[in-house]
Structures are given as C-alpha cells and as structure tokens.
C-alpha cells in the first residue's frame, strides 16, 4: 500500500482570504475563532504573530493587524474540491496503489498534484507513507517533505522505519492532554516508545494510543476507507477584491470550469473526449449577458448537479459543429426557444406533427430507441400550417404558374369513423419554375388544395 497525506496548515487563512497572485502585495494578517489565533499569512509571523496567541497579544505585537473571524463553511467547501480533484470526499488522504501507472508514476503523480493545489491557490505539504497514518505524521516531518520533493520511487520500509523513528512525539495523532503526558515522561522522540511495552503504554496513555501506534508501525490492519466519487461536481472560487459589474465575471468563471471540466473527466466522463472548458466559456459569457448583479460579487459557485457518463456516440459528437450551435442558441434564446418535429397520431397530414423539445444526444442513456420509420411514399419537409386552395381551371391545376401531375394517387382517408371525414388523393407535381409540390383533392367537394412543398 501507499498513502499520500496532503496537509493544509493556513486552510483557515486561505478560506477567508484567498492567496494573492503574483505581483500583487499582502500585508499582515490572521484568522481567530474563540479570541485566539488560529492561521497567519507569512508578514504576521515576521511580525512575531504565532498560532495559539490571544487575539489581543497579537494585535499588540503589531500596530495594524486585520483579524477574519473563523469560517469552518468555507473551509469545508475548500476542503470538498481539494477531495473532489483526488476522489476522495471530505478526507485529504489518497490511496496511490492503483493510480501510479495511469498517471506516469510517483513523480508524475506528485507533480500534478502539488499544480493542482497552487491552481486553488492553497498552500500544502505533503507526506507518503506505507498506511494512512504513516503519511500523516510524515507530512508534518521536514526531512521527509524534501526528500519528497525530488524522489521518483518510494522508499524501503527500512528509510520509512527511521523517519518515524526520528519523529518528535508531539506529532503523534493524539490530544493535547496525551502529548503533555509524554513530554512529562521524558518521551520526545517516537523510538522511545518501540522500547516500552504495550501493556505499560496501555495503562499509561490507554487503548486507542496503542493501537494509533501499532497502525503507524504497521503491525495493526488499517480498514480500507470506502469513499466514492461525488455524485455531483462543483468548484468555489472566493475572490479577493468583488466585482462590479459582469463584464468582470468571465475571467474567475473560466477557473472554475476547467476546475468542473477536470473533475467530470476523471470520475464521469471516458478520456477518449476531452472536454473542453474553451467551449463552455463561451457559453458562459452568453448566460452573463443576461446577468445584472444587484451587488459586489464575492464568491463564485460552478455546480454541476446531475452528471451522466459519456457513450462512445456522444463523444464523438462533442466536437462536430453542429452540436455547438445548438448550445449557443440554447444560451442565448433559452431552452424553449428551439424545438424539432415529432410525429402524432392525427390521420390527416396537416394534424400527424407536433413540436418537440430538442431530443437527447445519441448514445445517451437517457434516449430510448426510435421507432423505425413508416413506409410510404416520399414526403415534403416542408408542409403548410393549412392546406392552400389552388386554381383549378380547364383540368389544369396552377400555383405560380402550371402544373403537371408526376405521381400518384394515394389516398389518405383521415378519421373515416367518424361523420364529416376526408378522403383525400394525394399527387407529386412539378411547376414551371421545376420545383416539387405536395398536393391533393378532396374527394367530398372536388377541390384542390398545396400540402407541401418538396426540398
């Protein structure tokens, strides 16, 4: 097994107060919950601002401190999207097991995501180890953190046995009150607890030490964690400075697609069809047209709530033109405004179509298959809201000029149960000017009427 713990020591910081980019200047500043501190930024800690002061000690030590008040919300949404990009909801530790060969091997794997963390513009460090508590206590180690930062394989269980053994005891996942008692007893490394026995570490410090320490040596089975992607995806972005007006909100709106974009390809989506999130920028920037927020923005939210996998029909599908049509006119007119043509039972041409919402894609799931076409003679693509009455004079029919009779008759008799029917003859005529019309008698009152008009 391999672990990877990714540890996030100023989240509550990089909540409330996103990281500045580059070239733009922060002074100091902390985040408290309770009147102590909890997270400073770098020119607070030069300024001798620690974690765990008192909110008023540290304004002391420095003239003009901002302080945020604590937002756990926020901080769980970050937390969400960092486990979203890794596949694991609500926890920061990855199993690497099964993974490394797909995405290049150990260094790869680390690349991408140490990138991934500086595009959400948070600050962590990381630890692997040979079970999930190993990569917790060593991601807080700074020999292992560089050591690292350059391998490209992992470790033997000999180099993992010594960092852990080097480790100073206050790292140790267990309460305050636990490390008070093992610095009292003289324990400041972790090797000094392989010499004692477990019985005395029991009566000691109790139960759930002892076997935090028979899992971190690796003599204890650790329980397989049985987390499953989201059944959503969604990405936050919390911005510094608010924006005014729309036209500010394509820039911030384009992190948080390709944030979607990458979350939808490695859990819902088969990697034979990128997405693109160029093309769904574009179709942003049409939905902000319509936007006028009353207020200053702050916070953007891209949710994407009921995510389908990809059949092979679809995404060959993603990059034909005509599919990217349809989503801007969907952007810019709504989805009401386009509809397509399906049939009905009506008898009489003129009443068999209806309008139809635009069908799903091909090869979705959510599509049943169509049933097969009737069989019948040719018809227009084009057929008149109502039939049109044509002059009939000296058996010769005329609709911009003559026309002559090609095909036909069929007959068409709508609703003959029924008392008032119409029979109907239906003929293929080709006018003067060589176009194909649609037309027919009525067998009641021996008028001709224009149906249709042929492509």
Excluded at 75 to 83: G, I, K, P, R, T
Excluded at 311 to 329: H, M, S, Y
Aim: proline share 9%.
């Amino acid at each position: 097994m391999l672990w990877l713990c990714i540890q996030l020591p100023t989240l509550p910081l990089e909540a409330r107060n996103p990281t500045p980019t580059k070239g733009e200047q922060s002074g100091a500043l902390a985040v408290v919950e309770q009147q102590r501190i909890v997270a400073r930024n770098r020119p607070a800690a030069e300024c001798g601002v620690a974690v765990g002061l008192s909110s008023a000690t540290a304004c002391a030590r420095t003239s003009s401190l901002p302080l945020l008040q604590r937002d756990r919300t926020q901080e769980q949404q970050q937390l969400a999207q960092v486990a979203q990009w890794g596949c694991r909801p609500a926890c920061l530790l990855l199993d690497l097991s099964g993974c490394l060969k797909t995405r290049g091997g150990l260094r790869a794997l680390l690349d991408q995501v140490q990138q991934a963390l500086e595009q959400m513009n948070l600050n962590g460090s990381m630890g692997l180890g040979h079970n999930p508590s190993a990569a917790r206590l060593l991601s807080q180690l700074p020999t292992h953190r560089r050591w690292l930062a350059h391998t490209h394989s992992a470790p033997s269980p000999q180099q993992w046995q010594q960092w852990i053994d080097s480790a100073p005891s206050k790292l140790l996942d267990c309460d305050h009150r636990t490390i008070t008692q093992l610095y009292a007893c003289g324990i400041r490394r972790v090797r000094q607890l392989r010499t004692m026995p477990l019985s005395e570490l029991n009566s000691r410090f109790g139960r759930s030490f002892v076997e935090h320490l028979t899992r971190l040596n690796g003599s204890r089975h650790y329980s397989a964690y049985g987390d499953h992607p989201p059944a959503r995806c969604h990405s936050v972005l919390y911005l510094r400075t608010p924006l005014e007006n729309r036209e500010q909100l394509p820039f911030p709106a384009s992190r948080l697609l390709r944030a979607v974009c990458e979350s939808l390809q490695r859990h819902l989506c088969s990697p034979r069809a990128p997405l693109a999130p160029q093309r769904l920028l574009t179709l942003t920037r049409l939905q902000l047209t319509k936007a006028a927020p009353a207020h200053p923005v702050r916070t953007l939210r891209l949710v994407c709530s009921q995510p389908e996998p990809l059949a092979r029909e679809t995404e060959a599908l993603l990059d034909k033109g005509g599919q990217a049509l349809l989503d801007k006119l969907k952007a810019r007119l709504g989805h009401q405004a386009l509809s397509t043509i399906a049939l009905k039972d009506g008898g009489l041409p003129e009443r068999a179509w209806q309008r139809a919402g635009i069908p799903p894609l091909p090869g979705s799931c959510a599509q049943k298959r169509p049933p097969p076409p009737p069989c019948h003679p040719p018809r227009p693509n084009w057929l008149l809201p109502r039939p049109s009455p044509l002059v009939h004079r000296g058996h010769k029919l005329f609709y911009r000029g003559e026309l002559h009779l090609l095909q036909g008759p069929e007959r068409i008799d709508g609703n003959w149960w029924q008392h008032g029917h119409h029979g109907r003859n239906y003929y293929m005529a080709k006018g003067e000017n060589g176009g194909l019309y649609w037309v027919f008698q009525d067998l009641t009152s021996r008028v001709w009427f224009l149906q249709g008009i042929f492509s």
